[in-house]
């Protein structure tokens, strides 16, 4: 069975799915938008999901919650699936910035507006609006304040890298490298891809603990990875070690507050997932955004200073 036929079937199977469960129901006439996300597991995701959605309800829209776990497959069959739904918009958190291209000109193709969010394509011209946290900029902050927290003997450190099929894995790392690599009292002893899982960080952790026992501070390319490596750090009895994420996750910043995690990037996932449904509303009322395609938005540095001014993936104050 080739891989067409096969995306078409599942995309069938899951439009008979939808349609099986309100065909007793009063047919709904308001616009569709499809909201497409890597996983409703993560907190991160989910909490763009979720902003997503209540935005497109309260400007009148009904709204499908899809997740394509990272599997590029798999979005191709909920693209397709918007398509057979005959969405007026989507809005997509990608699979990856080269294998998302051919689905987003697909749904282009076939009248349907994307607005990419978190993940931008290697691609102009095709989404109507990228709409991205600046992980560069956010990287640094935190590399930034990782260096002041090792103070200047430095020392030893560890990175857990997010994963590779990730562009904003390499960003992020980028991002720290710009800072740590100017400060010659550091060394990194060691970096481990844990795909930002939070029970490989742990495991690899454990193990980049054993094979350094000088190591004085771990950088994190996610929120995640960042609370397993602090439960190994916990785990291993060991004290002082400075750890840093990437996100802004609830979880994380109480970890600040617990002062178990020393600072995280937000992404400002609630701002960015309801600005693309602002833009995907005006587009389908005008023909036009008003703005540019490619749209960075700059992080915020969580630190116990200001951890309590911050929820759920935005700024509360």
């Not at 394509?68 to 979005?75: G, M, N, V």
């Not at 609630?270 to 749209?295: H, M």
């Amino acid at each position: 069975m080739s891989r067409r036929l096969a995306r078409t079937i599942s995309s069938l199977l899951v439009m008979a799915f939808l349609g099986a469960s309100g065909c007793h129901r009063l047919r709904d006439t308001r616009p569709l938008i499809v909201i497409i996300i890597p996983s409703q597991d993560n907190p991160f995701f989910k909490t763009e999901g979720d902003a997503a959605a209540a935005k497109a309800r309260a400007l009148g829209y009904r709204v499908r919650v899809d997740s394509h776990d990272d599997d590029a497959y798999r979005q191709d069959n909920l693209i397709d699936a918007a398509i057979a739904s005959n969405a007026a918009a989507i809005i997509l958190d990608n699979a990856g910035a080269d294998a998302s291209i051919a689905a987003v000109r697909r749904a282009t193709r076939a009248g349907i507006p994307c607005f990419l969010i978190d993940r931008a394509i290697e691609a102009t011209d095709i989404a109507k609006a990228q709409i991205i946290a600046d992980n560069d900029q956010g990287a640094r902050v935190v590399a930034a304040e990782f260096a002041e927290a090792l103070g200047p003997q430095g020392g030893d450190y560890a990175e857990l890298l997010g994963r590779e099929s990730d562009t904003n894995a390499l960003v992020r790392t980028n991002g720290f490298h710009a800072i740590l690599d100017q400060e010659s009292q550091l060394l990194r002893v060691a970096a481990q891809s844990a795909n930002w899982s939070q029970s490989q960080a742990f495991e690899k952790t454990e193990t980049i603990l054993q094979a350094n026992p000088n190591v004085r501070g771990i950088i994190a390319g996610n929120d995640t990875m960042a609370l397993g490596a602090a439960a190994a750090v916990k785990s291993a009895g060991r004290i002082g070690i400075v750890i840093v994420g990437f996100d802004g996750s609830p979880d994380a910043i109480s970890a600040i507050e617990r002062r178990e995690v020393r600072a995280t990037a937000l992404q400002p996932a609630v701002y960015i997932a309801r600005l693309a449904v602002t833009e995907a509303n005006q587009f389908l009322k005008t023909g036009s955004t008003g703005q540019p395609e490619r749209q960075v938005i700059p992080c915020d540095l969580v630190t116990q200073r200001n951890a309590s001014d911050f929820h759920d993936f935005e700024k509360a104050r």
